[in-house]
């Protein structure tokens, strides 16, 4: 029943992918037209925040569509050490915004490298949403597993987001912004052999402990 859940969210996803990328297209495209029409340039910052916003959504919808499409593609060798740092590196620029990292060296594991870091990359997302300031990363190897912890200090996340996600069922909320990418992400993970779990931290915060293999 959960797998029957799950391909249907896996069709849902893909096809309003596919639905939203025409209007984004048809978006820009009027966009540019305003932008060359306007020859005072009054309103280059509105176009250019409108443009921003546009790619990013793009980027969004490739990314999981991506993401749900290798779930069946072939495992390669992943340094999971880089993908921490490479990730945390693309919010490095990010105001108020601060990381405290302690991550061991060499951790590899069987996966997909994209796939790992659009994980790391929805955590960290989530977190920002949730109006945290901090966000600490720990990963080490135990037991012929690695362990990833993020605990952040914003606002957590409600029982409700909580469960659905570990039920695999859709929810959204502006607050924690955990809709369907925490939830395929987590499917990701669980389809790679890994662990992924999401709850709230008894000092505040929300806390998101994932595994995989260790090669």
Not at 119 to 148: C, H, L, P, T
Not at 209 to 215: A, H, I
Request: charged share 25%; net charge negative; with cysteine.
């Amino acid at each position: 029943m959960v797998n029957d859940k799950f391909e249907l969210i896996e069709m849902l996803a893909a096809t309003l992918a596919h639905e939203v990328k025409n209007p984004l297209t048809l978006l820009r495209a009027n966009i540019d037209y305003i932008e060359l029409c306007d020859t005072d340039k009054r309103h280059m910052k509105n176009y250019n925040i409108m443009k921003s916003q546009l790619e990013k959504t793009n980027s969004i919808l490739n990314n999981f569509v991506w993401l749900l499409q290798s779930s069946q593609s072939q495992d390669t060798k992943v340094d999971v050490t880089e993908r921490v740092f490479s990730v945390v590196n693309d919010y490095s620029n990010m105001p108020n915004l601060e990381f405290k990292l302690n991550i061991e060296e060499g951790l590899l594991t069987d996966g997909n490298v994209n796939m790992i870091s659009i994980v790391f990359s929805n955590i960290i997302k989530n977190s920002i949403e949730a109006q945290a300031g901090k966000i600490k990363i720990d990963a080490w190897s135990e037991d012929g597993d690695i362990k990833i912890i993020f605990h952040d200090d914003g606002q957590g996340i409600d029982e409700e987001a909580k469960l659905s996600i570990e039920l695999e069922q859709p929810y959204t909320s502006k607050k924690y912004g955990n809709g369907i990418g925490a939830l395929i992400c987590r499917r990701a993970v669980l389809e790679r052999g890994g662990t992924y779990e999401i709850k709230n931290s008894d000092e505040g915060g929300c806390v998101v402990s994932l595994s995989f293999p260790k090669m």
